[in-house]
């Protein structure tokens, strides 16, 4: 499974003003429900917030990929949200997390979850590719950005 197929423009956007995690993720379960008639910002928001009560899903350098898996849906859905001030995220290295990609998956998903989890830290695991999101002037360009295959 490709990111090109889980992401979609309207569920990409840059320089979110939150104050908190919890906002953060708020904030992106409202992204998804906005573009998805299925789902609600709160369901979406249980799904990530369950997650991180296992282990935060900050990686370090300023990266979280929020996960979660959701009843009754049969696909994945990618989000992208990149923040204007990093927030305290209780990440790996302890520094603030500022571009967040959230994944949905179906409840019973297994490996295509890891799959497009292990492409997503791929992805964000090169510091250039990193400035590269943080220098993006606009929406379109950090979608183009993830779905590109470099």
């Known amino acids: 499974m490709e990111i090109s197929e889980i992401l979609t423009p309207d569920r990409v956007t840059c320089d979110i003003a939150v104050s908190s ?15 998805d008639e299925e789902l609600t910002q709160p369901e979406v928001f249980e799904s990530l917030i369950a997650r991180e009560k ?10 979280a990929i929020p996960h979660g898996r959701q009843k009754g849906s049969t696909k994945t859905i990618g989000a992208f949200m ?5 927030v305290t995220y209780d990440a790996i290295d302890h520094q603030p997390v500022d571009l967040l990609f959230a994944l949905l998956v179906p409840e019973e998903s297994t490996d295509a979850h890891l799959q497009i989890l292990s492409k997503l830290a791929a992805k964000f695991s090169d510091a250039k590719a ?13 979608f183009d950005l993830l779905v590109s295959s470099t």
Request: proline fraction near 0%; glycine fraction near 14%.
């Open 21 to 35: 995690k919890k906002a953060a993720l708020e904030a992106l379960a409202g992204m998804i429900a906005d573009t």
């Open 54 to 63: 296992l282990g935060s899903t900050g990686l370090g350098n300023g990266i």
């Open 82 to 86: 990149r923040l204007q001030l990093g």
């Open 130 to 142: 990193l400035n590269k999101f943080r220098e993006c002037k606009n929406n379109e360009q950090l």
